[in-house]
T-cell receptor
């Protein structure tokens, strides 16, 4: 079945550091890919998405590019802030299956 | 204006009790979901309804019974609560019928603790 693999956390960075959170997927067909973020004590918010190969999703300084050849959707940000501290979830939705399959989440901790 | 709202946000209850979590969306979507997030933050779909009809049931114990009175509401009733039911339950909604790029919007979660 479809699955998503994320790097283990926590990822600990200093403010203004460069962030990469790796995400790879296994799926039949051509899924759409998503990054969701969960701030402490809050619900899930959509951060960005990409619906086809080579698409780049971006929001709030975060970016991720849909790479079909490497089945990856790595999340990047050039300069993180303390307020970016949260759990980040990579997810896919496959054509015809109206459900999200999530990775295990990666906790990001940013210190001043 | 909250797009997907669920109540209660926090619920502490004893083993064996029956409890319900309510969910409403005002986005005009036709598909609603329940997801469960366990203590390790792992998220998994439980149910999905489209226009009040069940379309996904991911081998959830039959103590869990979703009910959709209309396409804007999807409630979750849990019978005979067990310690292992302690989790965060997320309601979500989307619009079916478009490409697989449909965005699913989540509520703020209901933190259930069974003691």
């Amino acid at each position: 079945g479809d699955s998503v693999t994320q790097m283990e956390g926590p990822v600990t960075l200093s403010e203004e550091a460069f962030l990469t959170i790796n995400c790879t997927y296994t799926a039949t067909g051509y899924p759409s890919l998503f990054w969701y973020v969960q701030y402490p004590g809050e619900g899930l918010q959509l951060l960005l998405k990409a619906t086809k190969a080579d698409d780049k999703g971006s929001n709030k300084g975060f970016e991720a590019t849909y790479r079909k050849e490497t089945t990856s959707f790595h999340l990047e940000k050039g300069s993180v802030q303390v307020s970016d501290s949260a759990v980040y979830f990579c997810a896919l939705m496959n054509t015809g299956f109206q459900k999200l399959v999530f990775g295990t989440g990666t906790r990001l901790l940013v210190s001043p | 204006d909250t797009a997907v709202s669920q109540t209660p946000k926090y619920l502490v209850t004893q083993m064996g009790n029956d409890k319900s979590i309510k969910c409403e969306q005002n986005l005009g979507h036709d598909t609603m979901y329940w997801y469960k997030q366990d203590s390790k933050k792992f998220l998994k779909i439980m149910f999905s309804y489209n226009n009040k009809e069940l379309i996904i049931n991911e081998t959830v114990p039959n103590r869990f019974s979703p009910k959709s009175p209309d396409k804007a509401h999807l409630n979750l009733h849990i019978n005979s609560l067990e310690l292992g039911d302690s989790a965060v339950y997320f309601c979500a909604s989307s619009r079916l019928g478009q490409s697989s790029g449909n965005t699913i919007y989540f509520g703020e979660g209901s933190w259930l603790t069974v003691v």
